[in-house]
């Protein structure tokens, strides 16, 4: 591996390859694109769909305490009063008096602008409203007013009291939603690490007031693990905890799992602890109790809530910066390579003919039909099988299956793992199993929760 690839890919490289690869597109191109939107394309969709899925089977499906919902985004307006949003969502904007720049005043180093370098000389700075605002219905006034959602979360707390009473959950019990959220963000450089519309996963974990911390505790474990499931490599994360000053006012305990970019550690996923603020918040502004009867101690209980919260958009992109690699083959030759975990890379299984001769044609899509039902596959005919491998290296699929000339002769092909390039033969007959096999092993190790020091 080489001193760049140590050192973490630069942006520019993985904004070049995300497009030349079809992960991310910038969003419109042919109009000139869109501040701050971007499209995702083939691979991209498919991360995202098994980034999606690994974290409801973890957060829902796996569990017995964690149901999931799906909320409007469009919602009326008081939810967004009752939450705090249209009153205080808010991020200090200052403008560059030499260049003009729209700034984050929170976000500016040493008095300079980061767009032209001048020093201290910006406005005033103003407090502006993150959210996105719309208009429903014929009539354009002030009652027409609505805002897209900003986070996932109010959905879950204005459903407390109807998936509590539906599934008849006992606390502590946890509510999840994966959906679009909108910020009118002020600035958004990092390509997909911040951007206007974005999708988050979060839970709302309700639980006894007492016992709130430990469960905070908790997650931050179990969210730790699950990275370490996808892959990402331990050594860039970590946990931080929020200083008293950063706390929410309602909030006994923050964590963020911050990730190291090449700019720095930023933030990956929040939890927090929200304490009972958002359902009192709610039961004030609707009239409705919102509390949980407890039928052990007889009693009304007010929940208090731990939520991991997180955006896809930005694990895929922490994904590929963590997984990119230039490496120089024992050959001289030089590789892109990401070394994605099977179970967020695009495919996992690549079909490849050695050429497109009339032969080996029909014997590679029979093994693509073979083994298409049981594993994500590409099948790629063309061009030199090398610049093929080097293609299948680059978006990051751990195995290809090659059909040779005595694949005709014996019905066996051959695995090439993508982290090693070494190579197996294995009759068709057995490859489901084999690749199985393979992919199993290749799977990163996750530590037992209580390993887990946090
Ligand atoms: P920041 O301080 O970076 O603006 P935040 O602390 O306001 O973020 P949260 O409200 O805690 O973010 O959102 C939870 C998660 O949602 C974040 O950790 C991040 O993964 C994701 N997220 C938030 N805002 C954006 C955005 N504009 N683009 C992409 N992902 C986002």
Redesign the pocket.
Known sequence: MNDAAEAGATLETIVSLAKRRGFVFPSAEIYGGFAAAYDYGPLGVEMRRQIRDLWWQAMVRDRNDIVGIEAAIITNPRVWQASGHLDTFHDPLIDCLNCQARLRADQIEDNTCPECGTVGRFTEQREFNLMLRTQVGPVEDESATAYLRP?TAQGMFINFENVQQTTRKRLPFGIAQIGKSF?N?ITTKQFI????E?E?MEMEFFCYPEDSLDWHTYWKKERLRWYYRLGIHPDRLRLRDHTPEELSHYSKATSDIEVQYRWGWG????IAHRGDFDLTQHARFSGKALTYFDPDRNEHILPHVVEP???V??ILLTLLFDAYAEETLENGEQRTVLHLAPEVAPAEVAVLPLSRNDQLVPTAKRVYDVIRPHFRTQYDDAQSIGRRYRRQDEIGTPLAVTVDFETIDDDAVTIRDRDTMEQIRVPIPELPDALRRRLEELRPHVPDHDEIAV
């Open positions: 986070e910020r963000e690490f911040r951007t206007r974005f988050q933030e990956l996923e929040g919260a997180v955006g958009d930005r």
